[in-house]
């Protein structure tokens, strides 16, 4: 049998890096990078400002629990109850940053509800207080004069909670950031900001538009993500004794001996044991999926007691304690309520029968920090959330009642509370997502897009975004996307708001607009189709705003010539997308020459848009055969990207791990095994530095980067390591493809395919022909819809699931396959021999041994001529 060529059933997944010193958008379907039109952003210089050290006001983030407290606030993080004893080596890591010998620094804690966050940082702000500094938690809005004094402070620890809804955070990084490339010896400053949040999603992705001084800040931030801190049903049977201990002894009650059971997922989250342990304590059911409502209904016993109407009729206590409910959620959907007036318009509203009452109770028992306060912790708070929404007592209308009273910013907080109430229950959480919407879809539509934002998950696919994508379908009108347009998230930092982004785009993209203003609008169009899988679209898009650019820059050069060299570097990806490779190679020709003109007339300022053209012409001209002129532009990106990563480290490591990735896949092409893996490693590394950050974004290019070496490894001899690299790889595009499977479905068949060659190789037959025929069941519908760009691909793959039937013996299978193959790539060799001659012949040769007498024969004799015929044509 012969050894696969280059472009043969051995597979590596392309990056291309498609950039204009703008804000990118990463395409995953096929891994190319295209660029949004907007602004080129200039780096402000740092700002001069006196550091001072008087009191921050910094809260400790604790406080003090009266006597009769209702027993919900004892699972409240501030009131630190259950004393902390966990997470010391992270308590050590956080030490230790502090320390280090940069002015100012950030990070960011995430982790579900419930999983320790805010305990954990009021654990280790109290060790730096007592070592003089000042350190604690920032309470309220960040308003832009106490975000200039926060960034100012120097020896200060400034922990930032529910920093994905915190309004005024942008204002603090952007101060802050103004001392980050100062260096120590002008100005001792020692400023540490501490995130926490539940994820580092799309609000995260959205501060790195803020200019590209908070880029930098928070290219050099760590994100560290909570694991489970009891693992194990006897860690987990130990938090629970100790919680139950702390609350017995607290309420003067006996602990429990014995502990229930606790292997429920749930149980991960230290908070649900806590609440097993309050539930012990109180006598209730401590059943994981009961433990929420089970504390909501001795809270309702507190209030009646509160109100005291124990004694009261049977429909007046239970009026009561749904009018109490109905309000506490109204209030808790708002996030609190700063004003007096405010809560009795809204409890008038949603609690009618007794809203004064009601009133007098919440205040005593939940003042929060304005009137009244949300139910906490927030997993009880959204527990009550559902309950009120799935309670047949409460009143038609309600949640449009609690959406007409918002303000703008209660307005937001209620829709991400929706939005995380849908990650828990999604059919009844996108259910009243859509009502809250289509109920005034005018009014509400841009606070739901910012709730979208700060629920919006990496790894995820957070209904939000989605239920208002198809409320906008429905009903959205051109004054909703103009309102919308501003808040769009950049595609490529987000996966959950990309049908949104569409929407805005499409109903803007023929408004009546200027001429740059339309043509801004059709590239990113094109750049959000192109992400959603909808290619074609994609394409008609990219070629109006490269129309539109050429006539503008016909009038003003100067001006225009860099966003047609961007749209051409743009059409060209759409046209790869598309399978047309030859008009694509002189979209991207045309691009090159035009930055290689703007690089020798304006220096410094086009050299990245050179190197990233470059990357992208290299790419294209191995897809059409052109191998050394594809490994020579390579090489000259690489060279280039070394160059700007050293002068200006970090804002260039991104650039420099995609050419690297590219320049790996033309080394193995050309041969160069050794020299492929050791680029394709240094990618790796890279790719997973920039993860750590913002995972959302570059998750899928650390996959990819992955796959490639693997695929390395295993050519180079080193089976073991390439099998763990790929299994990694897969893993990772499983979860891409379940969430969003018209963009990462391909690219997980081609992985499955490259781990299944490497099970051949392994002699792990039976493993390959699963791994294979999983991709060839993926990909043979792609290939029908759209043959130009999947065609290959299919081919790719029926030639590895021949070789896995092979290893088992199975000729007859195998030489169906090895045919299959050859027919989904002729149509394609027959228009460009040259791009596709290895493949095929490769296909061709494997059958060759395995044809029988008559027909199959016959067609083979038939194609092997025909194919000898088209290769001397070409050349």
Known sequence: MSSSETDGPNIHIEQHHLEAGVTGVLVEGDVYNLYLHGEKPQ?????RRELHYRDLGLSAGTGRLGRN???????????????????????????????????VSVRLITGPGGMGK??????????????????????????????AELAAASRAVVVVDYAETREGLGELLRHAAMHF???????????????LARNAGDWCAGLRDLGSEVRDLLDDATEHELAPVVVGEEAREGEFFRAAAAFAERLNRDAPQTAPPLEDPRFERTLYLHMAGLASVLGLSMAAGELVNELLDHEAAFWLKRAEM????AVDRRRF???????????????????????????SEVAPTWSKKVGQVLRGVHPGEGWLGALEPDLLGEGLVVRVLSDPMTPSGFLDKVMQRADGAALVQAFTVLGRVELEHPEKGRRWLAEALEMDLARRAVAALEAAKAVGERQADPGIGRVLAVVLERDGTDAIAVALEPGLPDAQRTLSLRGVGAWVLLRLANSPADGPVRARRFNNLSVCLSSLGRRDEALTAMQSAVALYRDLTRADPDTFQPDLALSLTNLGTMLIQTGRREQAVSAMEESVALYRGLARARGDQHLPDLASSLTNLGTMLSEVGRRRGALAAAQESVGLYRALDRACPDMFRFDLATSLTNLGIRLAES?????????????????QGLARVNSDAFLPYVASSLTNLGQALSESGRVKEALATTAEAVALYRRLAHAHPDTYTPILATSLTNQGLQLVSAGLGEEALAAIGEAVDLKRPLARANPEVFGPDLARSLGALGRAQLSLGDTTGAAASFREGVESIWPLFERLPGAFAGLTGALLEDHGGLADAGNARQWLTERRQRFQMLLRRGS
């Open 310 to 313: 124990e004694r009261a009729d």
């Open 321 to 347: 304690k749904a009018d109490v409910r109905q309000g506490l959620a109204a209030v808790t959907l708002w996030g609190g309520v700063e004003r007096e007036d405010a809560a009795e318009a809204l409890l």
């Open 181 to 195: 490339t100062d260096p120590r010896g002008e100005q001792a400053q020692q400023l540490r900001v501490l995130l």
């Open 69 to 103: 407290a209702p027993v919900s606030r004892l699972l409240v993080a501030r009131y630190a109850v259950v004393p902390f004893d966990h997470r010391m080596e992270l308590l050590d890591e956080m030490d230790a940053w502090v320390e280090e010998d940069v002015p």
């Open 671 to 687: 041969g160069h095994l050794r020299g492929a893996q050791a680029v394709m490693q240094e990618a790796v590394e890279l790719y």
């Open 43 to 47: 780096r402000p210089k740092a700002e």
């Open 118 to 147: 805010t305990r954990l940082a009021q654990h280790w702000t109290a060790r730096w207080r007592e070592r003089g500094w000042q350190a604690g938690f920032a309470a309220g809005a960040l308003a832009p004069e106490r975000a």
